[in-house]
């Protein structure tokens, strides 16, 4: 079995001025820690989630064109945990050493509101910011390990995204 590794977040806070929703998961998988952005796992499903609900292809797009149409549609992206103790890419793993400081990522941005990719994400925010719940929503989770859920299920589950985005 493989060791607990203890990991700073690499990545950088996927945010500007404009953003108006915040989507956060718990902490970057192996996959996107090695390639250096966010959801980058092709087993996640994350960007087709998006992809069909911005009527934009995200999955083919490179990191580059990801971040700016992200961006372009005011969507900024992080995590909840930005330090911890994990085994691969295993959220029942994950040992949190340091939360991210939500509000700081809040802080210049027109963010209204604050979805939550699957429980852990969920679990781990409201533990840490109990007074930002009436802001926040928990979605179904877009990882592969959330199997049971259908790409339809989680495009209708994520569709709520678009009120916060006109």
Same mark, same amino acid.
């Given at each position: 079995? #493989?060791?607990?590794? /203890?990991?700073?977040?690499? =990545?950088?806070?996927? $945010? *500007?001025?404009?953003?108006? %929703?915040?989507? =956060?998961?718990?902490?970057?998988? !192996?996959?996107?820690?090695?390639?250096?952005?966010?959801?980058?796992?092709?087993?996640?499903?994350?960007?087709? %989630?998006?992809?069909?609900? =911005?009527? @934009?292809?995200? !999955?083919?797009?490179?990191?580059?064109? #990801? $971040? $700016?149409?992200?961006?372009?549609?005011?969507?900024?992206?992080?995590? !909840? %945990?930005? &330090?911890?103790? @994990?085994?691969?890419?295993? *959220?029942?793993?994950? $040992?949190?050493? &340091?939360? +991210? *400081? !939500?509000?700081?990522?809040?802080?210049?941005?027109?963010?209204?509101?604050?979805?939550?990719?699957?429980? #852990?994400?969920?679990?781990?925010?409201?533990? #840490?910011?109990?007074?930002?719940?009436?802001?926040? +929503?928990?979605?179904?989770? +877009?990882?592969?390990?959330?199997?049971? &859920?259908?790409?339809?299920?989680?495009?209708? *589950?994520? /569709?709520?995204?678009?009120?916060?985005?006109?």
């Amino acid at each position: 079995m #493989k060791q607990k590794e /203890r990991i700073i977040h690499p =990545l950088e806070i996927l $945010k *500007d001025q404009n953003s108006k %929703v915040l989507l =956060l998961g718990s902490f970057p998988s !192996v996959k996107s820690r090695e390639m250096n952005f966010f959801y980058m796992n092709k087993t996640n499903r994350f960007y087709k %989630v998006l992809s069909s609900l =911005l009527n @934009i292809d995200l !999955v083919s797009m490179s990191i580059e064109e #990801k $971040k $700016k149409a992200l961006l372009k549609n005011n969507i900024a992206l992080y995590d !909840v %945990v930005k &330090e911890c103790e @994990i085994i691969n890419s295993s *959220d029942s793993s994950l $040992k949190i050493i &340091e939360y +991210t *400081d !939500v509000e700081k990522i809040l802080e210049n941005t027109n963010i209204k509101h604050i979805f939550l990719n699957g429980n #852990k994400a969920y679990e781990l925010f409201s533990k #840490k910011y109990p007074h930002l719940l009436n802001m926040s +929503t928990k979605m179904k989770s +877009t990882s592969s390990a959330n199997a049971k &859920e259908s790409l339809e299920s989680l495009i209708e *589950d994520y /569709r709520i995204i678009l009120n916060y985005l006109l």
